[in-house]
């Protein structure tokens, strides 16, 4: 997993409420376990047409979003089953970012886990950023997440929460698994500990 520290990038509105993880990635693509390889069926059915061309209504597919790494969404994004599959898309279509006012809690940790800063903020924030993505083009935002803090080249100066637990595994780019190795040699000395005793 990559470490992650700060971004400036552009920004992707997705108005849309309870946007669940079968419309993220849908179940058909679910095949593959290996992480890559999903992030050309992300948002599948709003992004293409029947005929497997782009769709022009879809604004994820507007050329002014076209390298945005940061995405704004609404309420409860990732709702749904969970899989592991719709923060490897979304990671793969080249979002780096998530910011919502709430997340599915088994999404928001599954995103942890893999690199991708789910970030929580009130409503009038995420309307204004989403109102300012829309208006202007290439709008950028910088998200600092050892100050926690995100802003803009206007007035937008605002922070937000995370864990310190995962705040530090994203800085060092470490998932569960990583941290664990991490601790090897705390873990064999008390193995050997343990096992002496009998």
Known sequence: MEKFTKINAIVAPLDRENVDTDQIIPKQFLKRI???GFG???FFDWRYLEDGAPNPDFILNQNKYKNAEILVSGRNFGSGSSRE??????????????IAPSFADIFKNNCMQNGLLPVILDQQYVELIMARSIRNNSYKLTVDLENQTIVDEQDLNVKFNIDPFRKNSLLKGLDDVGITLTMSNDIDQFENKRIARW
């Open 85 to 98: 599959h719709a923060p490897w898309a979304l990671k793969e279509m080249g979002f780096s970012v998530i």
């Open 40 to 42: 050309e069926f992300a």
């Open 34 to 36: 290996e992480r890559t």
